[in-house]
């Protein structure tokens, strides 16, 4: 079991970057290395979609085409954390920003009811 507890969310303008976390914590049974993390985001009357993902030691990335380019997802296993870099940010990335993580990385990785672990959420506004 891991919680999960994202942060850095914020009021920003169109163009502007942000940095967003997921950090593990309370992790019992497997080690947090084994769990892969996905970054999702859901916007107000919208499902919670996928935006990236990442493999147990960082090897393999994966993103949703509209944040190809402009969004990084990394980890750093002996923080117990992954980051999502944004940069160019648009309007319509306007959401709640989750992170989840699951034991496996499979062709699943951008199913939401694949991920067995969630943060909270941090809000992202961005303004145009």
């Known amino acids: 079991q891991v919680q999960l507890a994202e942060s850095g969310g914020g009021l920003v303008q169109a163009g502007d970057s942000l940095r967003l976390s997921c950090a593990a914590s309370a992790i019992s049974g497997d080690p947090f290395p084994r769990y892969a993390v996905g970054w999702f985001r859901q916007a107000p009357g919208k499902e919670r979609e996928f935006v990236a993902a990442?493999?147990?030691?960082?090897?393999?990335?994966r993103y949703t085409d509209a944040v190809k380019g402009r969004f990084t997802i990394f980890r750093d296993n002996g923080q117990s954390t992954v980051w999502l870099q944004m940069k160019s940010l648009k309007p319509e990335d306007t959401a709640v920003y989750f992170c989840?993580?699951?034991?496996?990385?499979?062709?699943?990785?951008?199913?939401?009811?694949?991920?067995?672990?969630w943060g909270q959420g941090t809000q992202v506004i961005v303004s145009s």
């Open positions: 990442i493999s147990y030691t960082g090897g393999s990335t």
């Open positions: 989840g993580a699951r034991t496996d990385y499979d062709a699943y990785y951008a199913l939401p009811d694949k991920y067995c672990y």
